[in-house]
């Protein structure tokens, strides 16, 4: 690892990102970890921090958000700079079971996997080693 | 630790150097003692040489250390408190007190140091007796070196004491802390011993299983597992021995609770077996009986409603039967999970049940269902008689089924429903649902379940319905091809012309006729005239035009030339089509190919013998020729006519131009060749004879076939000469009567029916120029020149012209006044008949006034008579002759010297009419003329008939004093008619009379041969009338004679006769009576052989009425118009379909009868058609009949036919059927929205749950996190709860459809939904206005509209704008048949164009900070309104209020 890995979480339910941050401290210890229950609020959290400098970060992304779905999250996303973009691994994280969710999130080129809720430990191990593997 | 412990004790003989750096590595605090921190020594001495020697030892081995040396006990004590030693060390023996002692008070103090006895001698005893009192270590003084390193190993010692004792310490915090959790966790832990024997559980297990640790710990947990889960349960054990140190999570079984319920419970088993520590399997386990329930719940709804989606798709794309069931049975083993499933149908008459579709069943028990008695107690007995499904929930304890029993048992079946199948509302079989466990169909499966064979029996019902109405399309195509059959059958075509577009229609078989095809159908005139063959163009062509402005019906013979040259001949028939005006629109035609017919005809005329018979049996010659005008056959006649006409001999073999003048061979060239392509040619030409007498013969030369091909030439020849000579007669006596008419005084002259003058003789002309000096001219009005001159006569002379108008002669007398003279004038005015019409009048006008002034002048005027052509004779009212002019004496024979004196009966009456002569007079005597015909005889006794009118003559009283009478000789009128007889033969119209006075009756020969009598065939009544069919025909002609001779009624019948030969032919008879002095003296007409055109238009008639048979028969309403939307055909299914009997639309105007109709689908389809000329089918409603047509309208040429069919049940069938597959698809969306939800509302809180409990299982959460995943767990819990009961309310939605209606007043609801939420309404200041004038209460469900209400107004009030107030305005209004209720407010608004098609979704929400939110409001308003068959409409706009409209329909409200 160059640059410790950071993690931004994105659903409107705090139980979840409650879950996820403990479970990313489980597997990869003390990490920068930030939460949003509104989309639009991550996304501008995104544009902000990221478009000078490097920081790889898994992002964990719900689908069914009132405001913003994933889907238009992801819409917006794909718009920013590609220096942005690429600092990003996206994987969707939902609770849904339909399989037009699974293949769409797939589809798109900028989610890295699909997640079914809830996240645990060895999921997050995992995404890490992947991601130790790529960089 | 132990391995550091053996290290220093093998180093212990090492140096203090190495001491203080390899003795001491592990805890950090002993190293803090030596290097950082001096050692703290308390010294118990009293000789102070000690202390330094210790010191001095000590400094040596490097210590650093703090020194405190006290001798006395009350030092000793200060220092213990106050110096806070690490370590002790005392001298045994000081002078106040002794070491005993100071341990005793050391030991006082609990401090936890080592305490060293250093001592200069010391026996053994007194050495273990203080180490047992609690001293460390003991030292002798001399020898001082093995101080440090007991004092570095009693440190050593202590340290680790006090952290065994601090870790100990720990430890039973932890182990408090442990308890509490499992205590008070939601899961309880048990400890098994290797054989599964609880050694420890923990309390909590009591809130889960009701049993208290105690009884617990006597029990063995495979004995309280339920006993389907026991062998699951082992197989985990098992997993758990093979798989020590790792936790087997998520086994979920039943355990029975002390209470005597099985809970759910689920275990993470771990085996530490090996663990000294715990040396047990740790059993966590926990309640999930609530989630299970929940699960099993969802799995169940599930499994149902993927049954029923399944089975309805089915029925909705199944187009048989078959198809149904086997998928049916499919499904529920797939879908509905059942063991197994089969259709068996009733044969109820035998009582037997057969199983036709089956899954799961398995051949082996297939044999079993096949024609089965059922029982009369067993299920299929109960479905069948009962009409409801069966349900057996426990077969082994069912006295019902107890036959069953076994079988059920040994292939694991525990329950069992039966379900009805209907076709058109009988029970015809059963749908068999077999699953395996007991208790398996609950209320709410069994209710979905019959629902499905409801279903399924509605397909049946449907799929029925198909087949009867493929069965009625084909028989209706059968029908009209038997039409068509019928016209090939008959080579009978049938076409239509319409005279405006000038286009004809063809039938099929008029298209074979003409050898068209069936893309020819319709076809110009021009083009359908080109196929007339051209000879008979100019005769077709006339017919037409008769046909279109004579409009009669018309017959006729023609050719036709295919475009292969095939001549065709035809017999046509055609009748006029008018429009409601009675104008031509059009023409009707039939045609029969008669070319066969025709050949045969021909055939016949070739055979020998006939040819013979007419040879001989005529007056015409006859001479057949082959094509080069050889003589090949004649008949005597002809060789007669040649040899006069010619002098030459006829014999076969001879040339026909052998016996044609030089000077006409190029002519007869000619005919010839003309005769031989098929023309007939017919001239007149004179010859004359060798005696000088001119002949006139009529020639006739016909082509001959043979096979269809002309061979030859067949030439008929009849003399003519007489016919000649009696026009050449007629053409003198016309001239004749001219003469005498110019010549006459009397004005003679002729008015047309509008009393217009036709002719007038020259008399008249002068007398009316000299007299009025008015010009006559034909055409000039009499009763203008009355108006002029004779104003006050007018009335008097139109009654009379009028009379005679009406049939009557009428003679009369008139007396003028004019320049002072009174003349007297005689009128006789005679109507004119033509074809038994009076057609006009003609008048005989001469002046009497001479005759009435003097005798004399009557002599004057008898010079006058003398003048004239015809026999003028008076006589005396005794018959005395006094007057007899020059005519008469040419006439009669007798001079006016014999004549004068006799009476006339002995002059001119014969014999025979001297009778009838007497009886005239008598008439004249009586005033009365009489003119007629008669027979008279000459002087010389020849008898002869004679034109008579005789008038009464009056003396100056007015009386009768003698008779004039007027007579010509009209012998050559005789030989005329007799003539115009043999007209009539040629023609074949017989002629017939009867003497009604004499009952004696007359045929002519034709009328003979036309009835099939010899022609010595003496007629009389009887026999005759005999001659006719007895029934309609016999009885026709009696009447019609009857009526004839006693009312003078005319008649014209066709009727049947059968021969004597017994041959049976259909003649053509008319008749007039003649009446004199209003008594028939006779009755006469003519009569024809019609049989063969007759024949022919009674097979035209009968295949019309054929036609009409199908088309009154068919199960359709048919009807036709023409182009002017006249109906001109309306069958009977119409009258009954439509409503509308026959009288009171044929002849009409369709849309005068069907008024209103301009915007209907009918009336623009009919146009549609007509304009396009194509086949248009359509369906339209029609209100007034509340009923479906499916609609065919074929365009012609003349109009539109239209076909109507009653679909009002199909369509309704129809309806339902896309009403089922609307709930279909909406439930379809229910199933999509549940999957929706399961996979994300239900699932997420479970994930939560799950991610929740892990956490707290594996994590040492700090507190702060701890509570916060507790909260979250509690609170994930509850939102999981809530999408239970939500989808409980859905469901519920959804089956509460039956609820009973009820009348709601609006305010009333809005006044009870305010006082619910008066507090939310008053913390938003929030106004509610509402406006229910319109409409003020409807017929609704209550608790549907209230939900709609509070639904739709909480959201207002919940999605207000933070800056102003919320208004909420409600109204209802009248629209359309709708009532339209509308909720509008001034809230946040929704983006529709963002998120319109998700506004009534379930679960979706469009406000983040709005945490109240949760989905479920719009999706139940909209489904209530639906299920009210209601409709939801929304429009907002961000930040600008949203208004929600609701339209029910009236007529649901009238329900």
């Known amino acids: 690892m160059k640059t410790p890995i950071r993690f931004i979480i994105i659903d409107d339910d705090s139980t979840n990102n409650l879950l996820c941050g403990i479970m990313i401290e489980a597997a990869a210890g003390e990490s920068r970890i930030d939460d949003f229950r509104h989309p639009e609020k991550g996304l501008e959290y995104i544009k902000e921090q990221y478009s000078s400098g490097t920081h790889p970060t898994i992002l964990f992304l719900d689908i069914n958000m009132p405001t913003c779905s994933g889907w238009e999250f992801l819409d917006l996303f794909e718009k920013l700079d590609e220096k942005i973009k690429d600092q990003f691994k996206i994987y969707m994280l939902s609770s849904s079971l339909n399989p037009g969710d699974q293949q769409r999130a797939l589809e798109n080129e900028n989610v890295v996997d699909y997640l079914e809720k809830p996240l645990s430990e060895s999921t997050v191990l995992s995404i890490l080693n992947s991601q130790n593997g790529l960089t | ?1455």
């Open chain 2, 1 to 1455: 630790m132990i391995e550091n412990d053996a290290n220093s004790e093998n180093d212990l003989s090492a140096t203090a150097e190495k001491l203080v750096y390899n003795v001491i590595p592990g805890p950090a605090a002993s190293k803090d003692l030596i290097t950082t921190k001096a050692l703290r020594i308390l010294h118990l001495e009293d000789l102070p040489a000690d202390a330094l020697l210790v010191a001095k030892a000590l400094k040596k081995a490097g210590f650093v250390f703090e020194e405190l040396v006290v001798e006395t006990r009350e030092r000793f004590i200060d220092a213990l408190k106050n110096f806070s030693p690490d370590v002790i060390l005392a001298d045994h023996s000081l002078p106040s007190f002794n070491s005993a002692e100071a341990l005793e008070i050391f030991q006082g103090t609990g401090l936890k140091i080592p305490f060293i006895l250093l001592t200069a001698a010391m026996s053994e005893e007194f050495a273990v007796g203080i180490l047992r009192k609690g001293a460390e270590d003991y030292i002798l003084k001399d020898r001082l070196n093995r101080l440090p390193n007991a004092i570095l190993s009693a440190l050593e010692k202590f340290r680790l004491q006090k952290e065994r004792q601090e870790y100990l310490n720990e430890l039973i915090i932890r182990e408090k802390r442990f308890h509490a959790l499992v205590d008070n966790g939601a899961d309880a832990v048990a400890i098994l011993d290797a054989k599964g024997r609880p050694v420890y559980v923990s309390s909590s297990v009591k809130r889960i299983l009701g049993y208290t640790e105690e009884e617990l710990m006597n029990i063995d947990l495979f004995t309280i597992s339920h006993p389907d889960d026991t062998a699951a349960l082992g197989d985990v054990m098992q997993q758990v021995m093979a798989n020590p140190g790792i936790a087997i999570t998520g086994h979920t079984g039943r355990m029975l609770h002390k209470d005597g319920s099985w809970r759910w419970i689920e275990a993470t088993v771990t085996n530490l077996l090996h663990d000294p520590a715990i040396n047990g399997i740790v059993d966590n386990f926990r309640d999930v009986t609530e989630r299970k329930i929940a699960e099993e719940k969802i799995i169940h709804a599930n499994r149902l409603y993927a049954f029923i989606s399944q089975v309805n798709q089915t029925i909705v794309y199944s187009r048989d039967e078959k198809t149904v069931f086997k998928d049916a049975c499919e499904i529920a083993i797939v879908y509905g999970k059942f063991k197994a499933a089969w259709i068996g149908m009733f044969n109820t008459e035998k009582q037997l049940i057969s199983l036709v579709e089956s899954c799961g069943v398995g051949p082996r028990y297939n044999a079993l269902f096949t024609n089965v008695h059922y029982g009369k107690d067993g299920p299929q007995y109960c479905v069948l008689k009962n009409e409801i499904s069966f349900v057996s929930n426990d077969i082994q304890n069912d006295q019902q089924l107890s036959d069953w029993k076994k079988l059920a048992a040994s292939v694991g079946i525990g329950s069992i429903m039966v379900l009805p199948i209907k076709k058109l509302g009988v029970i015809i079989g059963t749908f068999n649902l077999y699953a395996t466990e007991a208790g398996f169909f609950n209320s709410k499966e069994i209710s979905l379940l019959e629902e499905t064979a409801r279903n399924i029996s509605f397909a049946l019902d449907i799929l029925e319905k198909e087949r009867y109405k493929l069965l009625a399309d084909e028989k209706l195509a059968i029908s009209e091809l038997s039409l068509k059959q019928a016209q090939a059958i008959a080579h009978l075509g049938s076409w239509e012309l319409n005279y405006s577009t000038g286009m004809a229609t063809l039938s099929d078989e008029q298209l074979t006729i003409f050898g068209l095809n069936i893309e020819e159908k319709i076809q110009s005139v021009e083009s359908l005239l080109s196929f007339i063959h051209p000879e008979d163009l100019e005769y077709v062509l006339s017919m037409m035009e008769e046909a279109k402005t004579g409009l009669n019906n018309l017959n006729f013979y023609h050719r036709i030339a295919r475009r292969d040259g095939a001549v065709r001949y035809l017999y046509t028939q055609t009748r006029p089509r008018l429009n409601n005006e009675g104008a031509p629109t059009g023409l009707h035609g039939v045609s029969w190919d008669m070319t066969e017919t025709r050949k045969s005809e021909r055939a016949l005329r070739e055979s020998e013998s006939n040819l013979h018979a007419i040879f001989e049996n005529t007056s015409e010659g006859f001479i057949l020729t082959d094509n080069t005008g050889i003589v090949k056959s004649f008949n005597n006649k002809s060789k007669e006519i040649i040899s006069l006409n010619t002098g030459k001999e006829l014999s076969v073999g001879v040339s026909l131009f052998d016996f044609i003048h030089p000077s006409r061979k190029d002519h007869y060239n000619d005919v010839i060749k003309k005769v031989l392509s098929g023309e007939t040619l017919r001239y007149d030409y004179p010859y004359t004879h060798l005696n000088g007498e001119i002949k006139w013969f009529d020639y006739r030369i016909d082509p001959v076939y043979v096979s269809g091909e002309i061979t030859g030439l067949s030439i008929t020849s009849t003399d003519i000469t007489e016919r000649k000579q009696g026009e050449q007669l007629l053409q003198r006596s016309e001239s004749n009567l001219n003469a005498i008419i110019e010549n006459t005084d009397a004005f003679i002259y002729s008015l047309d029916r509008e009393f217009r003058y036709i002719t007038f003789n020259s008399a008249l002309r002068n007398m009316m120029k000299e007299l009025y000096g008015v010009t006559i001219k034909p055409g000039y009005q009499v009763f203008d020149f009355i108006t002029e001159f004779e104003p006050g006569r007018v009335q008097e002379w139109q009654d009379v012209y009028s009379r005679a108008l009406n049939g009557d002669i009428i003679k009369f007398e008139k007396e003028f006044f004019a320049d002072n003279n009174y003349s007297y004038t005689s009128f006789s005015i005679h109507p004119i008949w033509e074809n038994k019409r009076v057609i006009g009048l003609s008048c005989f006008v001469h002046d009497i006034t001479q005759e009435k002034k003097a005798e004399e002048e009557t002599r004057f005027k008898a010079n006058l008579l003398n003048t004239i052509g015809q026999a003028a004779i008076a006589t005396d009212m005794l018959g005395k002759v006094n007057y007899w002019n020059k005519a008469a004496e040419v006439i009669y024979g007798w001079t006016n010297e014999e004549a004068i004196g006799k009476n006339i009966k002995d002059l001119i009456l014969s014999h025979q009419t001297k009778d009838s002569g007497t009886h005239i007079i008598e008439e004249l005597k009586s005033g009365h003329s009489w003119s007629g015909e008669y027979i008279v005889q000459r002087k010389d006794g020849k008898a002869f008939p004679v034109f008579v009118s005789d008038s009464p003559i009056y003396d100056h009283n007015k009386n009768v004093s003698g008779i004039i009478g007027i007579s010509s000789d009209i012998t050559e009128k005789k030989k005329l008619e007799n003539h115009l007889d043999k007209v009539n033969q040629l023609a074949r119209i017989g002629s017939w009379e009867i003497d009604v006075a004499k009952k004696s009756l007359f045929w002519s020969a034709i009328t003979k041969h036309t009835h099939g009598v010899p022609e010595d065939f003496v007629p009389d009544l009887e026999t005759v009338i005999g001659l006719y069919k007895e029934g309609h025909s016999r009885a026709s002609i009696s009447h019609a004679l009857n009526e004839a001779v006693e009312n003078g009624i005319a008649f014209d019948l066709e009727l049947q006769i059968i021969t004597p030969k017994g041959d049976e032919r259909w003649v053509r008879a008319n008749g007039e009576a003649e009446f004199v002095r209003n008594k028939c003296v006779r009755v006469y007409g003519s009569c024809q052989d019609i049989d063969k055109s007759k024949k022919a238009e009674l097979e035209i008639l009968k295949v019309y009425e054929e036609k009409n048979i199908i088309l009154e028969s068919i199960g359709d309403a048919f009807f036709a118009v023409d182009k002017s939307w006249i109906v001109t055909y309306w069958n009977n299914q119409a009258e009954k379909m439509l409503q509308t009997p026959k009288k009171k639309i044929l002849g009409k105007n369709l849309w005068s009868v069907f008024t209103g109709q301009e915007n209907s689908v009918s009336y623009q389809q009919y146009h549609l058609a007509i304009l396009t000329r194509q086949l248009t089918c359509f369906k339209d409603y029609y209100t007034s009949l509340n009923k479906w047509f499916e609609i065919n309208a074929y365009p012609s040429e003349n109009g539109l036919s239209v076909f109507f069919k009653d679909i009002t049940q199909q369509k309704k069938s129809e309806d339902e059927r896309e009403k089922m597959t609307a709930d279909l698809l909406q439930r379809n969306t229910v199933l999509e929205q549940f999957s929706y939800i399961i996979s994300h509302n239900l699932r997420a809180p479970v994930a939560n749950i799950m991610g929740l409990s892990y956490t707290l299982q594996k994590k040492d959460l700090n507190d702060i996190l701890k509570e916060k995943v507790t909260a979250s767990l509690s609170s994930s819990a509850i939102k999981l709860d809530e999408v239970i009961k939500d989808l409980n309310e859905i469901l519920n939605v959804r089956q509460e459809l039956n609820e009973h209606t009820q009348v709601v007043n609006f305010a009333r609801l809005l006044h009870n939904i305010r006082l619910s939420i008066d507090s939310l309404i008053v913390s938003k200041e929030a106004i509610i206005t509402a406006d229910f004038s319109a409409v003020e209460e409807m017929l609704t469900i209550k608790s549907y509209l209230h939900s709609i209400f509070y639904n739709i107004i909480s959201n207002s009030l919940k999605y207000s704008r933070a800056d102003i107030p919320p208004v909420i305005s409600i109204k209802t209004q009248l629209f359309n048949n709708k009532i339209v209720l509308s909720f509008k407010d001034n809230g946040l608004g929704i983006d529709l164009q963002k998120r319109g098609d998700e506004i009534f979704g379930l679960y979706k929400r469009f406000h983040a900070n709005k945490a109240e939110g949760k989905g479920m409001g719009l999706y139940m308003v909209k489904a209530q309104v639906e299920m009210m068959g209601g409709k939801i409409s929304v429009s907002s706009e961000v930040n600008n209020g949203t208004e929600f409209k609701i339209d029910f329909e009236i007529r649901q409200q009238q329900l």
